[in-house]
């Protein structure tokens, strides 16, 4: 909890615009507060994205809140396994939903019901993962859709 | 003219009141989309989440790999230990089940009486022999060639909860337990947890 004290030797500061200041510097601080820091090495040989990615953008209001920074593809069993880093770059938590569809080499969805929405939370500042599978060996290519979660 | 304006009034205050206490009419939504009520229990869309989140960990272990693919397996009816009788856990397991099968490294079997997905079918199929009423060419027979193949693994599943409260708020917290036996050793060759769903709301 920060509290913001003003000082003896300010009061000569008009009443309003010291308590609008105060205000301000507050909020600052209090947002500030839940953004995360990050530690990580800095191991050479892991390439900053392995999959060459179209990003295509929508929304340009969600690219400044929920940035895609990577993305990375491995085959496990036959399997392809996808990971999306991304990283909240707005103020506050940010709730997000996202949804992937795998299509075949003809570019035709796999047939998988129900496609899901998949709730994930970031704090500020922070990096985090989208994980998925592909549904089976037919499995080519995926899209992935973001969408901000907010309750309606 | 003051009395005109008092009955637009009246007539402005009964066609408030009309449409207030008309219901909304129903809707239809995506499922696991923004507008999906989210409830203190496991909702349709966590119910989803769970079963993807320990799908994609199953699939990418090399714990099935020993076995020639796609490894029988017998799916063991969900264990609830939660307080929340009303677990969702059937929608859980068919997604688990779909998700499994489509990859091509699990099947399940339909033939056991106490596994999940039990399907009388498979014994019934074998006592038509004999039948006059059915073409014998076409009954599946039973003997050594045409046994029901057992399976090698069983999935077991167990759902989890953890109850706190502060007094003020309260949470609760789920989560879906797998474990998977190898049935001639008896050894556990894989398990894991699926994405835990926390849920808050207020005493």
């Not at chain 2, 960990?57 to 099935?64: E, G, H, T, W, Y």
């Not at chain 2, 596994?115 to 009423?133: K, Q």
Request: charged share 20%.
């Amino acid at each position: 909890m920060i509290q913001i004290i003003q000082p003896q030797t300010h009061a000569r500061i008009n009443t309003v615009g010291a308590a609008l200041i105060a205000l301000a510097a507050g909020t600052t601080l209090l947002v500030g507060c839940k953004a995360t820091n990050t530690v990580s090495s800095n191991r050479p040989g892991v390439q900053p994205s392995v999959v060459d990615m179209n990003y295509k953008v929508n929304n340009a209001f969600l690219e400044t809140e929920l940035r895609v920074v990577s993305a990375y593809e491995q085959v496990r069993n036959g399997l392809t396994f996808v990971q999306i880093n991304v990283r909240n770059e707005g103020a506050g938590d940010l709730w997000y939903m996202w949804q992937v569809v795998w299509t075949d080499r003809n570019g035709m969805r796999i047939p998988i019901e129900p496609v899901i929405w998949t709730r994930e939370v970031l704090a500020e500042r922070q990096e985090g993962m989208i994980e998925f599978a592909a549904p089976n060996m037919n499995a080519y290519d995926w899209r992935v859709t973001l969408e901000k979660w907010e309750r309606k | 003219m003051h009395h005109h304006s008092k009955s637009l009034l009246t007539l402005a205050t009964l066609s408030a009141l009309v449409l207030t206490a008309c219901e909304q009419p129903p809707k239809r939504i995506d499922p696991t989309g923004r507008e999906a009520v989210t409830g203190m229990g496991v909702d349709y869309g966590d119910s989803q989440e769970i079963a993807e989140s320990l799908t994609r960990q199953m699939l990418s272990s090399p714990a099935f790999l020993r076995y020639q693919q796609p490894v029988l397996a017998r799916y063991n009816n969900t264990i609830n230990n939660t307080s929340d009788a009303n677990l969702p856990a059937n929608v859980v397991n068919t997604r688990i089940r779909s998700t499994l099968l489509n990859s091509g490294q699990i099947q399940f079997t339909a033939a056991l009486r106490t596994a999940e997905g039990h399907d009388p079918g498979v014994r019934e199929a074998r006592e038509l022999a004999n039948d006059p009423m059915f073409n014998q060419q076409s009954v599946q027979q039973s003997g050594a060639m045409n046994a029901v193949e057992a399976p090698q693994i069983s999935v077991n599943s167990e759902f989890q909860s953890v109850y706190s409260t502060d007094g003020k708020a309260k949470q609760k917290t789920y989560q879906l337990r797998v474990f998977v036996t190898d049935l001639l050793s008896g050894r556990v060759i894989w398990e894991g947890t699926s994405k835990p769903i926390a849920k808050l709301g207020s005493n």
